[in-house]
């Protein structure tokens, strides 16, 4: 007998932590870290996709990209990640999870518009980091919308 696996949705598009000044003036190759931890202690999701809506300050290339952290908590109960704070310095390797590339030519007080691969999700707390790597910076109103929605594997499909 052959068996089907399927996607469970869990959370649908909530938000995941960022407010929507968070990146405001945000330069190129800066990180900005959400100030809120997503709890997966209990719901236990494996997976999530990551979308965002952000103004830009500048004009888009074909190399600007978007990169996607994810921070656990570590055993302290209090640091993230590697501690990285918002800023230009971005968290080490081992905590980025995905990139994504935006249109090209979109100008400066336009939105894009993206979503991140899906990323497999630790157990416990967590914080999403993002990195701007699009060559301009952020508009000083980027007004950015980042929600997550959360899934599993069902095995009894």
Known sequence: MASTTRWILD?????????TSDFN??????????SGAVTNGTALDQYADVSFVVTVGGTTTATSY?????????????????????????PTFGYRKASTGVKTG?????????????????????????????????????????KHRTFNENLNA
Do not use: E, H, M, R
């Open 25 to 34: 003036s945000l330069a190129s190759g800066s990180v900005v870290v959400a």
């Open 66 to 90: 978007f990169d996607l952290y994810i921070l656990p908590l570590n055993q302290d109960g209090t640091t993230y990640g590697d501690g990285v704070a918002n800023g230009s310095t971005a």
């Open 106 to 146: 979109i100008t400066s007080g336009n939105t894009i518009t993206g979503t991140f691969p899906t990323v497999i999700l630790p157990v416990g707390n967590f914080k999403y980091a993002i990195v701007n790597n699009l060559g301009v910076a952020l508009n000083a109103t980027a007004a950015a919308t980042v």
């Open 11 to 19: 959370t649908d598009w909530a938000t995941c932590g960022f407010s």
